[in-house]
Structures are given as structure tokens and as C-alpha cells.
């Protein structure tokens, strides 16, 4: 048996059940008040990078695999993923909450990372979705609809993901300016935060180019700084930013020191996301205490 | 009204039949055109220019088809938050001439970009040269306003790409009509690139301009646009763009590089060395914009070409694994020998998306067969090499009956439960994509290409 078929019988077609990651956002989207709820059972996805291809920039690993290993792995050939998070974040778990990088303005949102998922729905009945090439447009794209779903439409096993090149250089330079004075002086970069006092960005690419937009950075008044450590809590901005945070710089969320919730979505948008969680888990087993509409942002 | 020209589209499907068409000019025209159909229990296919080229567009069974082109206003274009609210039946080559100045543009590309709408574009998830780089319309829609098929009117996604719940937005993109109709679509710009290098390669052996996209990929460097046309292709286009395309070489390829100086000016170096490695005879850089932009006419203007050539056609879409393009495109010229036919290849070879291109005259005698079964052996090696059916044109009519190769039954029930959430009543664009959706009475597969459809 492989540890895909494994993964799908541990699944089973019966009684609530969801998968651990590792743990580190078990509580995003999770109804505190569900925990009463009854028992559900917790899985484990499979671990390990199955087949790295450098030449293809794809890779498929189990979703149980440390966001760390993986990293590791395609680190040996100068690649990197869309996926990033806390120390014992794994794969699927990264996936599934699907929040985008911080570095978006390089690597794309999380979701563009995914082309196929091998998955086990709620009839523990295993499923692919996508496909295994770069560009594809095969029937539905149920891969977007599963990055962002916390494992509630079905139960993700392995995936295969789109590498980049990582950078030859990088810098992270921050001042007392704004972020539309910046702009005009790089060029995509990876990303740009903004507290309301002071911008920081992060440049990355070929040397010389870092080091260029780096002296006009310097120009501005801004200077070579460690990576910023963001407040814990991500907030959707409409608009600017207002009160204390770091706003991501056209990324429509601000990092927080307070918990944010989320805002209602009109009816007609919460009526069909019902039926598409029915349609696909009509006895609500999957992750039953867990609603991605609880995600701020 | 000639209901004739809204039976087809730009695939090679015939036998469609319109039983009635709407030109709606708002949303609420939309709905109500939508209400009534399924008031009376008829089905609804959305439909843009008909550009389409997997019959995805083709009324079966007199369905009442909606063309949204009358709703082709640029409502909002927001240059300091990079975003632009259209309606679907704005032409994408209009939107890009409309940011002209901007500094800013909407990077999906399709070399039919001169008819195609944005609706279309979104509807079938479209790519276009220029997408490598940056993905294709899905990574371009913020947010769609969307007429679901029950009539209701919602907004999937947000001006932010940040939604709350699931990605909604995301599924519907790509449905192929069979999940709403656009009615007012954000599309994401991006910055245009402070410097562009456009080179063109060379090569006596279609292979080695297969293995020099293979290499450059392998080397991590990822091009605005990596284009491969054959000696075919470029024989039939030199004549009319005077490109300075090299007509001897067997393929050229076209390379674009854009970004920061120093970047550029390294990856035009590393893939000169890298062409040259690989057997390229000539290696170009473009001088200047009038050059850059001739050697692009020249790709998009290849489907034009090729009338000289036959009279008719019939255009594949699979992707491959881009390791194994050389390999691949060998089987295809093979495939399309054995059968006595002739293939050109003009594609997007950064992504591995092939698209040969079988020209007949559909007047000889037992031609289309062998055309059929040499566009379903593509298919089927393509598969086998590790490939998916469609990297831009999508299922619709044309490719449903292969879906089985590539899906199993329950990856395509899953899929199903996605439509079936969208579409209560299964009067979407119903006889599309997936094989378990209704059958299409009329529809043959092969036929004669509209006239004027030359783009
Ligand atoms: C500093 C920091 C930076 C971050 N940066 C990024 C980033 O750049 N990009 C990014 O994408 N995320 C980022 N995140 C978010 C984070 O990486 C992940 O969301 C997270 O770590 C989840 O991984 P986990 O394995 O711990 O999941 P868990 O906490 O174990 O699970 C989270 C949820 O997903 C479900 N789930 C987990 N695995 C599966 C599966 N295989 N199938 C179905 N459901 C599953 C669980 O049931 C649970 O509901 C960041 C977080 C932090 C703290
Ligand atoms: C010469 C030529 C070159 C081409 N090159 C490319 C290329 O480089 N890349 C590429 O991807 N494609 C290419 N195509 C294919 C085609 O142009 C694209 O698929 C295009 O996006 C279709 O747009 P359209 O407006 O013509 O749509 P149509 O053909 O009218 O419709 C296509 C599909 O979209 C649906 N649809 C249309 N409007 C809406 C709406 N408002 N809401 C919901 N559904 C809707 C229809 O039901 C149908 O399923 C090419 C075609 C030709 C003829």
C-alpha cells in the first residue's frame, strides 16, 4: 500500500475528521464553541519530498512534509516555493490556510504555487485535482478553490508545486519616508511595509540591480535594516492604513497587535460557498469546526 | 439577425444552432435574459467574440445565447492601486491601448487579442506569450461580478485579492460559461518592466530549439516570453512582416526578457551562451522597439499566415513537460506524417504548452479522419508524456471525450460537485467540459473555419 491509499483508508467514509499539520494554526477559522461539538478524529498527511525537478521548477511532496525540509531540498538546487511559515508548518498546512507570502511581489500569491492536489473527499473516495504541468486548464480549477479551504471540501495527501529560482541577492532597506516615494525607485519589489512613519522594502534579484536600487534607496535616506518582525495579527485594509499596524503595501492586509475578525460576506457569496461545502461534504465530516468565512483576511 | 454567425466559433465545431440571441448592455439585462431561460426550462450559453477554439462558445440544441460584447465599457481604471473594472465585452487589445501612458497593463496576451474579450478571456482562464512570467488571467481577476445561473448577482473576489471564505473568484475562472456569466471583471495591471531584451535564435534542428527552452528553464531563468515557430510557420510569415526572420532555419525561437538593466543585460548573455550550446545558427538581439515589435507581428500573426498555405485548420492545445519538449515535438511531427498531413508548430514553448497546428483542405476526400485521429494521438502522447489537454484553450465541446485520459471517474465527479454548487438547474453552457454533462445533438466536431476569422 502506498502512503497515499494509506492516507486515504486512515480517512476513511465515516465520522468527522481533519488533518494535522503541525499545529502552528490549528486555531485559524476554528469555532471555539465547535470544540464541545464531539470528537474528530486527526490524521496525519504523508511526509517527504517524492520528486524534486529542478529542470521542470515543479516539485510533489506529501502534504505532511515541514515546510523546512521541503525548503532544505529545493534550496540544493537554488529553488524555493510560495509557502512560507513558523518553524513545524507543514505543507498542507501552509495550503490550506492559504495565506500568501510575504514576499508576494516576487513568488505570486500561495495559490498560484498549487498544481495538483491528490486528495480524499468526504466519501473517502481519493481525488486529483489539477494537473502536474506549469500551465494547465483541464476542466475546474478546484485547486484554487482548495488553497484557503482548511481541509473542510476535502482532505489533501500530496501535492505537486511550482518552484522558483531564488534570488541572487536580496536587501531589506528601511527610513522615514513614505511608500509612494519609494516606488518610482524599484522595481517589483519583493515587498513593501509601511507603519505610518516609516516604509520598508525588500529588493531582490541580480546583484547589481539590488545594489543600484539599494544606493537610491540610500539617496532617499533609507538604510540596510534586518527583516522586520511583524505583529501577530493580519487585518484587511480598505484603503490606507489607519491606527498602529504595518500595512503590506498593496497586499490589502495589516499586521496587528490586536485580533482581527472577520467581516460578513453579503448573502448571495455566503449562499453559494454553502452550497459548494455541501455539494462536496454533505454531512459536514471534513474539519466539521473549522469555516474559512472566520478568516479575516 | 443571422443567427448563423453566433452557431460557432473559432474551433473547427459545426452544427451549432442559436434559438435566440441577447445583446444585454447591463447586469440587470443579464439576470433578467438568464431568468427567462431558465423560467422556461432552456439552457443559456454566455458568449463573447467566438474566438473561442474548443466550440466552448457553440449554441447546442437552441440554447439562448448571451453575447455580452455590448457591455464594453472601461468603468474605473485605478493606476495607484494597480487595478482596472471592466465589462466583459471590452476587446483585450482595447484595454491595453486604453493604459497606454499608464505605465501600467494587463499582461494576459492571446495572439487573438485584436477580437478576443476580457469576458472570453476569463471564461476560458486564457494565456497568451506574455505569461510566463506572470500566469495567466486567473493571476490577473480581482474580483468578477458574475450573474450565477439561477439569476442571482454576486461579486467574487475583492478589489484587494483578498475575499473572505473560499476562493470563489478562483473557481470561476475557467468554467467556460458553465458557471455564470461576467458581467464586470477587476483585472490586476501589472508595472510595465523598465527594460526589455527581445532575441531571436536560430537553429538548424526543430530539436535544439526544443532543448535550448528545456536548458534555459534547467538554468533558472524564467523569460517574459519563450516562443518557438518552426520553418514552416516562418516561411509563411516573413513574407508579410519581413521580420528578418532567418527562413533557412528549421525554428526560431523567440526570447523576451524584461526587468531591472543589470538583470536583462546577464540573462541576454546566459541564454546567447546557452543558444549557442544548443546549435543556434544565428543569435539577434533586437536593436530597437520597431525591430522588437516586427518580430512580434510576426508571431501573432501566424494563424493569418497560414491561409496561404491550406484552407483549412485545426489547432491543438496540450501542455507537455517542458524537459521533454524535444522529444514530444518529434513524436507529433511523426504522428502527423504517418498520416500524410501537414503540421506547423507555433507555440509557447516556456510552458511546455504545445499548439500544432494541422492545415487540410477539408475538400479531399477522407482528410478530416486523418486529421481526428492525428489531433487525438497529440492528445494521447501528450498525456503519456506526463502532459494535461488544454494550456489555454480549454475543454468545451472539442476535448470532452478525452477528459478520461487525464481524469479518473471520481477526479471528475469531484470536479462536477463544483458545477453542480454554481449551477442548480444544469442549464449553463450545459453540454461542455465535463463527458457527464448533456450531449449536443447536432454538433460534428470537424468542419470548414469560418471565413474573416483570420485574425
Ligand atoms: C511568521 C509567519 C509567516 C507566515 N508566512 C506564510 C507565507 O509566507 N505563506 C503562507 O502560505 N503561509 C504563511 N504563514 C501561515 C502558516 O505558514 C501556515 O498557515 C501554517 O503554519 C499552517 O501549517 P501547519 O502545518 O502548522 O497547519 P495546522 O495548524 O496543523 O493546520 C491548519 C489548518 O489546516 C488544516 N490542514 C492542515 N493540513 C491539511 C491537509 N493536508 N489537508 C487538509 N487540511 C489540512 C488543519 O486541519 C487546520 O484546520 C505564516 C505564518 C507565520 C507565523
Ligand atoms: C487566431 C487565434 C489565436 C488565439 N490565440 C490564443 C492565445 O494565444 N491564447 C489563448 O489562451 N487563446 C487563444 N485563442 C483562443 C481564444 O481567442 C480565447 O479563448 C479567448 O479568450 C476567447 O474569447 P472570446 O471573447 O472570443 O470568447 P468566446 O469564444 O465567445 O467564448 C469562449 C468561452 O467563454 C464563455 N464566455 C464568453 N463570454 C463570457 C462571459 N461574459 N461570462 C461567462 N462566460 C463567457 C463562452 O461561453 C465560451 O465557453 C486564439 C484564438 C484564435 C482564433
Known amino acids: ?297 | 439577425m443571422a443567427l448563423g454567425l453566433y452557431s460557432r466559433d473559432g474551433s473547427v465545431t459545426r452544427g451549432g444552432r442559436a434559438g435566440v440571441v441577447c445583446f444585454p448592455e447591463t447586469t440587470d439585462e443579464v439576470a433578467a435574459c438568464v431568468r427567462i431561460a431558465v423560467a422556461h426550462g432552456r439552457a443559456f450559453v454566455p458568449r463573447g467574440a467566438g474566438t473561442g477554439l474548443a466550440g466552448g462558445a457553440v449554441p447546442c440544441d437552441d440554447p439562448v445565447v448571451v453575447a455580452t460584447t455590448r457591455m464594453d465599457r472601461i468603468h474605473e481604471v485605478d493606476v495607484e492601486r494597480r487595478f482596472a473594472w471592466v465589462g466583459p465585452g471590452v476587446v483585450n487589445l482595447d484595454l491595453t491601448r486604453h493604459l497606454t501612458g499608464t505605465g501600467l497593463h494587463f499582461a494576459p496576451d492571446p495572439s487573438s487579442q485584436q477580437s478576443c474579450t476580457i469576458g472570453g478571456n476569463v471564461a476560458n482562464n486564457s494565456g497568451g506569450p506574455h505569461c510566463l512570467q506572470d500566469g495567466v488571467t486567473s493571476a490577473h481577476v480581482l474580483a468578477v461580478e458574475v450573474v450565477l445561473p439561477d439569476g442571482e448577482v454576486v461579486v467574487l473576489g475583492d478589489e484587494e485579492g483578498r475575499a473572505v471564505g473560499y476562493d470563489l473568484r478562483g473557481a470561476f475562472v475557467g468554467g467556460e460559461g458553465t458557471l455564470g456569466i461576467a458581467t464586470r471583471i477587476c483585472v490586476r495591471l501589472c508595472e510595465d518592466p523598465p527594460e526589455v531584451a527581445t532575441l531571436l535564435l536560430g537553429f538548424a534542428r526543430v530539436e535544439d530549439a526544443a532543448a535550448t527552452v528545456s536548458a534555459v528553464i534547467a538554468d533558472g531563468i524564467v523569460p517574459a516570453a519563450l516562443e518557438i515557430m518552426d520553418q514552416r510557420v516562418v516561411e509563411a510569415v516573413e513574407p508579410f512582416v519581413h521580420a528578418g526572420y532567418p527562413t533557412d532555419a528549421a525554428a526560431v525561437l523567440i526570447v523576451e526578457l524584461d526587468g531591472l538593466p543589470a538583470g536583462v543585460a546577464a540573462e541576454v548573455e546566459r541564454i546567447t551562451a546557452i543558444g549557442h550550446d544548443h546549435g543556434a545558427g544565428t543569435v539577434r538581439v533586437a536593436a530597437d522597439e520597431d525591430e522588437r515589435a516586427r518580430i512580434w507581428k510576426g508571431r501573432k500573426s501566424a494563424f493569418g499566415a497560414i491561409a496561404v498555405i491550406k484552407p483549412d485548420y485545426y489547432l491543438n492545445d496540450t501542455v507537455i513537460p517542458r524537459t521533454r519538449l524535444a522529444e514530444v515535438l518529434a513524436k507529433v511531427y511523426e504522428v502527423v506524417d504517418e498520416r500524410d498531413l501537414i503540421v506547423m508548430n507555433v507555440f509557447h514553448a516556456g510552458d511546455g504548452n504545445l499548439h500544432p497546428l494541422i492545415v487540410y483542405d477539408a475538400r479531399e476526400p477522407g482528410v478530416m479522419e486523418r486529421v481526428l485521429e492525428a489531433g487525438e494521438e497529440i492528445v494521447r502522447i501528450s498525456v503519456e508524456a506526463g502532459g494535461v489537454l488544454s494550456g489555454e484553450h480549454g475543454i468545451g465541446l472539442e476535448k470532452k471525450r478525452f477528459m478520461h485520459l487525464q481524469f479518473t471517474d471520481a477526479d471528475l465527479v469531484a470536479q462536477d460537485r463544483l458545477r453542480r454548487a454554481f449551477d442548480l438547474h444544469g442549464l449553463a453552457n450545459p453540454a461542455k467540459v465535463l463527458p457527464t454533462g448533456a450531449s449536443c445533438g447536432h454538433v460534428t466536431s470537424l468542419g470548414r473555419p469560418p471565413e474573416g476569422m483570420w485574425v
Open chain 1, 1 to 297: 500500500m502506498t502512503p497515499l491509499e494509506a492516507f486515504r483508508d486512515e480517512v476513511g467514509a465515516t465520522g468527522p475528521v481533519c488533518v494535522r499539520g503541525g499545529g502552528t494554526r490549528w486555531s485559524v477559522g476554528r469555532d471555539p464553541a465547535a470544540d464541545g461539538a464531539g470528537p474528530v478524529r486527526e490524521v496525519r498527511a504523508p511526509v517527504g519530498v517524492e520528486a524534486f525537478e529542478p529542470a521542470e521548477m515543479t516539485v510533489r511532496v506529501g502534504a505532511g512534509t515541514p515546510l523546512v525540509d521541503l525548503a532544505a531540498a529545493l534550496a540544493e538546487h537554488g529553488q524555493e516555493v510560495a509557502l512560507d511559515g513558523p518553524p513545524g508548518a507543514t505543507v498542507g498546512g501552509a495550503l490550506m490556510v492559504g495565506r500568501s507570502p510575504l514576499r508576494r511581489g516576487r513568488l505570486g500569491e500561495a495559490t498560484d504555487a498549487l498544481l495538483q492536489a491528490d486528495c480524499v473527499g468526504a466519501d473517502g473516495v481519493a481525488f486529483t485535482a489539477g494537473g502536474p504541468t506549469v500551465k494547465n486548464v483541464t476542466g475546474y480549477d478546484l485547486c484554487r478553490l482548495l488553497v484557503g479551504s482548511l481541509g473542510t471540501l476535502a482532505l489533501v495527501g500530496r501535492v505537486i508545486l511550482r518552484t522558483h529560482p531564488i534570488p541572487e541577492a536580496s536587501a531589506w532597506l528601511a527610513g522615514p519616508v513614505e511608500p509612494s516615494a519609494v516606488s518610482p525607485l524599484v522595481h517589483r519589489p519583493a515587498t513593501v511595509l509601511w507603519d505610518g512613519e516609516r516604509t520598508a522594502v525588500l529588493v531582490e534579484g541580480h546583484a547589481a540591480d539590488v545594489d543600484d536600487q539599494m544606493r537610491r534607496l540610500s539617496d532617499l535616506g533609507m538604510v540596510p535594516v534586518d527583516p522586520p518582525v511583524l505583529p501577530p495579527h493580519r487585518h484587511r485594509v480598505e484603503g490606507g492604513l489607519s491606527g498602529a499596524g504595518v500595512l503590506e503595501v498593496g497586499a490589502g492586509v495589516v499586521h496587528r497587535d490586536e485580533p482581527a475578525t472577520a467581516p460578513a460576506v453579503p448573502n448571495g457569496v455566503a449562499a453559494l460557498a454553502a452550497r459548494v461545502r455541501d455539494s462536496f461534504d454533505p454531512e459536514r465530516r471534513l474539519n466539521p469546526a473549522c469555516d474559512p468565512h472566520r478568516v479575516p483576511v
